[in-house]
């Protein structure tokens, strides 16, 4: 009988709501259910920052001075790609960003606040870099990973910045034989735990391979692991 009253008070203080409160309620319940995903995985992170850069800063010593391969799916305005393209440090290194540069492939339902097909669209607009390093592939995934053929390198770093399951589990299916011991994964948007959370975690179950939390954000929104086989 409580249980019942219980949910009748929930419904009529929903209808008392606004769409974004019921969506900062929503974005809550993601926090809390990112927290549980992963302790139930054993991903326990030694140090956390307030912002990404922090994030970026505490991994980027241990190759920062090798020649890096640096992939990056989701390259919106290129802030990340401007990031990493003064810190990597050897002039053999290369940084290649994928992006269609059109938005979002698919309408995207952020625990209740809904981004429409082609949101983050620079309307075609690929970021200038004067960094020669620096080139750009411009298309869906589909359309331009099947035939990239990654260049020679010593160290692979790939950032997951494209929102979306779907976006994001192909792309890990697809450089699934680059992915080895010593590889670096950053996803930049863990906080929606149906995408890239239940991407990574469908590509482990599939692969058998295992990821060290290396580190995060404070919210754990923004997570770097290193492939160990």
């Known amino acids: 009988m409580f249980l019942r009253l219980f949910k009748r008070m929930l419904t009529a203080l929903g209808a008392l709501l606004s769409d974004k409160a019921v969506h900062r309620l929503q974005m809550i319940l993601s926090y809390v259910r990112l927290g549980r995903w992963m302790k139930a995985r054993g991903f326990r992170f030694p140090v956390r920052f307030a912002e990404r850069d922090g994030v970026f800063a505490a991994v980027a010593p241990e190759f920062k ?7 990056e799916f989701g390259v919106y305005k290129g802030n990340s790609m401007r990031w990493w393209s003064r810190t990597l440090t050897h002039p053999e290194s290369r940084l ?12 995207f339902d952020d625990a209740g606040g809904k981004y429409a097909k082609g949101w983050f669209s620079t309307e075609g607009q690929i970021p200038q870099m004067e960094d020669p390093r620096v080139k750009f592939f411009k298309g869906w995934f589909e359309q331009t990973l099947p035939g990239y053929k990654l260049p020679e390198h010593d160290v692979l770093v790939i950032t997951l910045d494209a929102d979306l399951y779907s976006s994001t589990i192909y792309v890990l299916r697809q450089l699934r034989p680059h992915i080895q011991a010593g590889t670096y994964v950053y996803f930049d ?4 735990p149906d995408h890239e959370p239940r991407a990574l975690e469908e590509f482990m179950q599939e692969t058998g391979l295992k990821f060290r939390p290396l580190a995060a954000d404070v919210t ?5 692991f290193v492939c160990e086989g």
Not at 65 to 71: F, G, M
Not at 96 to 107: I, N, Q, R, V, Y
Request: aromatic share 14%; no cysteine.
């Open 96 to 107: 290649h960003g994928f992006d269609s540069f059109e938005g979002l492939p698919e309408a």
């Open 220 to 224: 754990l929104n923004n997570a770097f």
């Open 189 to 192: 948007d863990m906080s929606r």
């Open 65 to 71: 001075d090798k020649r890096v391969l640096y992939l």
